[in-house]
């Protein structure tokens, strides 16, 4: 396995891969059996695989979140290199925003709605990542997991908007046992709040409408951001302490 954080160093790489299948699955670091899945999909479908690590910053509207993001990046890279992945790429902030910000790529609709709604910036910030590392890497085939449903289908836009040579795959929510999807974040929540977060999905693929299901949430302990339906799909974010939780189900 080779670790890159070169911009230049990475391009080069990737160049010398012309004629081979690339599987990329870009990653905060932090790695649970989520992104493990995806991985193992992609080695399933292409003959080589890229990971990336970055926390992106312009994706965070809370400096708090940021800050306690958890980062493991020795524990991340004993994972990736047991299950063989062929290139992890690590830039640093300064080298994939040479702009430092000013070029971005945004959406003016759905990217407002559900999580948009109330965290100012957001999706810009994951679209424009999301858009630079496509760029960087030049994958066959790009994995996201449905847990992020909402972003999944902004990057799945993106990339037929600017026609771009990539074909975006999506895999289920990895959960677990008691529901709860898997998420870096999970491991902030005090063992009382852990016990307690499976009541959210439950609760998600309950019969009671949108509004019983937050004000319920609330009144157990939760603080809802919103839950709403849309199309079939019933989407959710709350708080449990300090801990933001989404989750979407079929209904």
Do not use: W
Request: hydrophobic fraction near 35%.
């Amino acid at each position: 396995m080779k670790n890159i954080s070169d911009i230049k160093e990475i391009k080069e790489t990737i160049s010398k891969l012309k004629d081979e299948t690339i599987g990329f699955v870009p990653t905060m670091g932090a790695l649970h059996q989520g992104h493990i899945s995806l991985i193992e999909k992609a080695k399933d479908e292409n003959k080589i695989v890229v990971v990336s690590i970055f926390i992106n910053p312009t994706q965070f509207d809370n400096k708090n979140d940021l800050e306690n993001y958890p980062s493991t990046l020795e524990d991340d890279f004993n994972i990736l290199e047991k299950l063989d992945v062929d290139l992890v790429v690590t830039p640093n902030y300064e080298d994939l925003y040479p702009d430092k910000f000013r070029y971005k790529v945004e959406e003016n609709s759905f990217s407002k709605e559900l999580c948009g709604s109330t965290r100012n910036g957001h999706f810009t910030g994951v679209l424009t990542v999301v858009m630079k590392l496509l760029n960087l890497v030049n994958p066959t085939k790009a994995y996201f997991g449905e847990k992020d449903r909402q972003q999944l289908l902004l990057i799945k836009e993106m990339v037929d908007a600017f026609f771009l040579d990539v074909e975006i795959i999506s895999a289920p929510t990895i959960r677990e046992s008691d529901g709860l999807a898997m998420s870096s974040r999970n491991v902030r929540l005090t063992k009382e709040e852990r016990e307690n977060a499976s009541l959210f999905p439950n609760l998600l693929k309950s019969n009671k409408t949108d509004d019983e299901i937050a004000a319920e949430l609330n009144k157990i302990g939760f603080k809802t951001d919103y839950i709403e339906t849309l199309d079939g799909i019933r989407f959710g974010a709350t708080f449990l302490g300090n801990v933001r939780l989404i989750d979407n189900v079929k209904i």
